[in-house]
C-alpha cells in the first residue's frame, strides 16, 4: 500500500491548515450576523454583504489561479494569497465601522479564492498519481468539514463576547501557514515562469463569475436584478469558453471538461454538492423554527455529521487505491442517499435529536467517500499546467454548486412552507413545515441520485494497485 513520505505528510499538513481557513472564513459569520448588524446598526441587507463580499471576492479568484501559478509559480503565489489573508483578517479584527469590515472581508476572500485550487494543485504536483487520494485524505478534510464547522466555532468565539475573536482567530494561523509554507512546500520549477497570462480572458471570465456568484447570493436584490445580472454573468462565462477552446494557453483549460473522467467527475462534484450543502439551511428551519430551540442544537447536530466526513475520508482514501473510484465513490453516494431517504422518513415534529444525529453521521461518512475521491480520481492523469487549472475548475465547481443549492434550497422550501413559517404556532404550522422540509430534502435526494447515475455510467477501471502488476505488453521481450 502507498503510503506518504515524510516531506509529503508535511507538506499536506500546511495546505490543509490553509484551506481550513480559506473555507471557514466563508462560513464563521453566519452566526454572527444578528450580532453584528447591533454592533453597528445595519440592516440585515446591509450586513449580508460581510459574507457576500467575501465569497465575490472567492470566485473572483479562483480562476485565476491556474494562470497565476504559470506566470509566477505555484508556492510564490500560494504564500502571496496566505499573507494577504492574514492582513485583511488583523484589519477585519481591528475594523471600526461596517464599511471597513466589508472592504477587509473582500481581501480575505481574495487570497481565499487562490489558497484552496493552488493547495490542491501544489498537494497532487507533490506526489505520484497513485497516493493523490492519500494526498487528498489530508488537504480535503477542510473543504468538507469546513461549511459544517464554521457556525459551531462561530458559535462558539462569539461566547467570549466580542465579535473580533472571529476574525483574529485566522491571523497566527496564517502566521504559522506562512512558516510551513516556507519550510515545507516544494519550490517552484523554473520551467513556465514565463508564461504570459490571458489577460483577456480573465477581464471575461472573472465579471462573468462574480456576476452568476452575485445573482445567486445577494438575496436583498430584487428579483430582476438578480436574474440579469446572472444571466450577464453566464453569457460572459460562455464567451470565456468558446474563446478557451481556440487558445493554447488559455486562462482555464475548459477542454480538461471534455475528457471523460475529468467531465464526469466534474458533473458528479456539482449534482451532489449542490443538495448536500444545501441543505444546511434547512436544519436551522427545523430546529430554531419548528422546535424554538436554541442555536446551540444546531450547531451540535451538525458535528456529528463532520465527524463522519473525517473518518469516511480517510477510510476511502485507502479503498481508492484498492477498489478504483467506481465502487468507492458509488457506495458513498448509496449510503448517503439511503441515510438521506431514512431522514425524509422519520421526521416528525419530535424526532428524537439522537436519531437525526445518527442519521447525519452516516451521511457525513457517504459524503467523505464522495467529494475527495471524486477530486482525486478526476485529477488522477493531470499534469503541469492541466493539474492546476483541473483544480481551480472543481474548486470553482465545488464553490458555485454549493451557491446555487442554497439558493434552490432556500427557494423551494420557502414556496413550499407559505405562509407556515410566519403562522401562529400550532398543530397545522408545524405539520405544513414538516411536509415541507420533507419535500425539499426529497427533491435533493433526486438531484443525488442523478450524482449516482452519472458515476454508475463510468466504465469499470483497474485500481491503481492492479494497474502497478499489471505485465507490460512487452515483457519478456528483448530491448
Known sequence: MSRLT?????????????????????????????????????????????????????????????????????????????????AASAVAGAADGLGWLIAARAAQGLGGGLMTPLGMAIGFGAV????????????????????????????????????RALFFVTVPLALLGIAGALAWLPADGAAGRRTRLDLAGAMLLVPGIVAVAYGISAHDAPGWVRIATAAAGAVLAGVFCVRATNRPEPLLRIGLLGRPGFGRGAAVLALYAAPYFGSAVLMPAYVQTLRSDSPAIT????????????????IAARLLERLGPR???????????????????????????????????????????????????????????????????????????????????????????????????????QAAIVDALRLTQAAGLVVMALALAVRLRAPRRPPAILERQRPSANAGQAP
Open 6 to 86: 515524510g516531506p509529503e505528510l508535511r507538506a499536506g499538513v500546511v495546505l490543509a491548515s490553509g484551506g481550513l481557513m480559506a473555507v471557514l472564513d466563508a462560513t464563521i459569520v453566519a452566526v454572527a450576523l444578528p450580532y453584528l448588524m447591533g454592533t453597528f446598526g445595519a440592516t440585515l441587507a446591509a450586513a449580508q454583504w460581510i459574507i457576500t463580499a467575501y465569497t465575490l471576492a472567492m470566485v473572483a479568484t479562483m480562476p485565476l489561479a491556474a494562470g497565476l501559478a504559470a506566470r509566477w509559480g505555484a508556492r510564490r503565489v500560494y504564500l502571496g494569497a496566505l499573507a494577504a489573508f492574514a
Open 327 to 429: 465502487l468507492v465513490v458509488g457506495s458513498g453516494l448509496g449510503l448517503a442517499i439511503a441515510a438521506g431517504l431514512a431522514q425524509v422518513a422519520v421526521l416528525r415534529p419530535d424526532t428524537p435529536y439522537a436519531l437525526l444525529g445518527l442519521l447525519a453521521l452516516l451521511q457525513g461518512a457517504g459524503t467523505g467517500a464522495v467529494m475527495m475521491p471524486t477530486m482525486s480520481s478526476s485529477s488522477r492523469d493531470l499534469d503541469g499546467p492541466d493539474l492546476a487549472s483541473g483544480s481551480a475548475l472543481l474548486s470553482l465547481v465545488n464553490t458555485v454548486a454549493n451557491g446555487v443549492g442554497t439558493a434552490a434550497v432556500s427557494a423551494l422550501f420557502t414556496a413550499l412552507s407559505g405562509a407556515a413559517l410566519t403562522a401562529a404556532p400550532g398543530p397545522p404550522a
Open 299 to 314: 450547531a451540535a447536530l451538525m458535528v456529528p455529521g463532520a465527524i463522519g466526513m473525517g473518518v469516511s475520508l480517510q
Open 128 to 163: 505520484a498519481p497513485e497516493r493523490r487520494g492519500r494526498m487528498m485524505a489530508i488537504t480535503g478534510v477542510p473543504m468538507l468539514a469546513g461549511p459544517i464547522l464554521g457556525p459551531v466555532l462561530g458559535a462558539v468565539l462569539l461566547g467570549t463576547g466580542s465579535w
